[in-house]
């Protein structure tokens, strides 16, 4: 498929499913907002740091296709204006919208079996599998309206999908993803 003149989000594209995603974008033609935090290691749980943008970008653009790196939460509101409004600034238009970002423990949260987690841990579950998900959307969403096109990717999990042990609060969170996937 071709997505020439295309411009693309991948929100925590700097690693992972997010880097693998905004490459076969770009792949095919788009140019791409490669979206994530500040590079930081997290060490709740187990070692996982957050990756820069530039190296992806860098490889975008090796591809040949147009690319930009934003370094934004998208927990907070403000930081997801600014990231739609910064990609528009780069490519005039959004046609796909990839929210990526999510995770079943982080630095604000931790991840096990339900009576070992606190309320703050299913909240902040929800928060990074669902709020961020959402806030990217409604952001962008006028955006493909006023166009006439457009398409939002939702990365959930089959962990939303069947029970899991020893993480309850992310299968929650991504039953949650799902389910608004679906309502949208």
């Not at 990526?100 to 339900?114: I, K, L, Y």
């Amino acid at each position: 498929f071709d997505l020439t003149d295309r411009a693309a989000i991948v929100t925590g594209g700097s690693q992972g499913f997010g880097k693998a995603i905004a490459l076969a974008l770009a792949g095919q033609g788009a140019n791409v907002a490669v979206v994530a935090r500040e590079p930081e290691v997290v060490t709740v749980g187990r070692e996982r740091p957050h990756e820069s943008v530039t190296p992806v970008v860098e490889e975008i653009r090796a591809i040949g296709s147009r690319a930009i790196g934003i370094t934004a939460d998208v927990r907070e509101q403000e930081q997801v204006d600014s990231m739609v409004a910064d990609t528009m600034d780069a490519f005039g238009r959004i046609d796909i919208l990839i929210n990526v970002v999510g995770g079943s423990w982080g630095e604000t949260f931790r991840a096990g079996p339900m009576m070992e987690l606190t309320e703050h841990d299913l909240l902040e579950a929800y928060r990074v599998n669902v709020v961020t998900m959402f806030q990217c959307s409604t952001a962008i969403q006028p955006i493909m309206q006023k166009q006439g096109r457009g398409s939002i990717v939702n990365i959930a999990s089959v962990a939303g999908q069947s029970p899991s042990v020893d993480s309850p609060a992310y299968g929650a969170a991504k039953a949650g993803v799902i389910n608004m996937t679906l309502s949208m």
